[in-house]
């Protein structure tokens, strides 16, 4: 157990739909990490948040967004959905702005 | 561009022999270099890291890893392959001095045969 806590497990939602996936980072961990797994592209950094504030993108869709709250959870909320969504979102927490990242046990998206 | 490359898609190995899995970077300068275990419906592990210093590191469940900057390669390795040790493999690089977004290897997926 890596101590990052990621809710819901499982999602199942149509085309065109909105989720909200949900992280809590490890306990003291400041910045939090947002990747997609998928078949085709395999592990793809999304987006990084360092004590509430946004440090870095990557392949991030406009249709991605995301937030770290002053609590240091983080949601990201994906809107319009594709079937391309499909995939396993995993967050991941470190201490600093740097260092090793501990992965939460991800949400496996499926949009229909 | 940074890239990690894995050449190995999947390894086949017998139980109780060694095991190496190949990683090679490109990359401008030394990136941090990590090893990460995904075990199947889990989410990744981490097994070891390389920031500087003595370039072997040991890791959990037994793996170490030695880079190698003249190859730009960071092959993890394993004595003694035990059953549990099948899953999917990844190499990561982050970038020295950046804002710390792992760039990921496709993965090598280790079976352990009995």
């Known amino acids: 157990d890596s101590g990052v806590t990621q809710t819901p497990k499982h999602l199942i939602t149509a085309t065109g739909q909105r989720v909200t996936l949900r992280c809590s980072p490890r306990?003291?961990?400041?910045?939090v990490y947002w990747y997609q797994q998928s078949l085709d592209q395999g592990l793809q950094f999304l987006i990084q948040?360092?004590?509430?504030?946004?440090?870095a993108k990557g392949n991030i869709l406009e249709r991605f967004s995301a937030q770290q709250f002053p609590d240091l959870h983080s949601e990201l909320n994906l809107s319009s959905l594709e079937l391309g969504d499909s995939a396993l979102y995993f967050c991941?927490?470190?201490?600093?702005?740097?260092?090793?990242?501990?992965f939460g046990p991800g949400t496996r998206l499926t949009v229909t | 561009a940074q890239s990690v490359t894995q050449p190995d898609i999947h390894i086949t190995v017998s139980e109780g022999a060694s095991l190496e899995l190949r990683c090679n970077y490109s990359?401008?300068?030394?990136?941090?270099l990590f090893w990460y275990v995904q075990s199947p419906g889990q989410g990744l592990q981490l097994l070891l890291k390389?920031?500087?210093?003595?370039?072997l590191v040991q890791g959990i469940k037994g793996f170490e890893a030695e880079f190698k900057r003249s190859q730009s390669s960071f092959n993890l390795r394993k004595p003694s392959v035990h059953w549990s040790d099948a899953a999917e493999y990844f190499c990561?690089?982050?970038?020295?001095?950046?804002?710390?977004?792992?760039?990921f290897g496709a993965g090598t997926r280790l079976a352990v045969h009995p």
């Open positions: 306990s003291g961990d400041l910045s």
């Open positions: 990359y401008g300068a030394t990136p941090y």
């Open positions: 390389y920031f500087s210093g003595d370039t």
């Open positions: 948040y360092y004590n509430g504030e946004e440090r």
């Open positions: 991941a927490s470190s201490a600093t702005s740097v260092g090793e990242q501990y």
């Open positions: 990561a690089v982050a970038p020295v001095g950046g804002y710390n977004k792992l760039i």
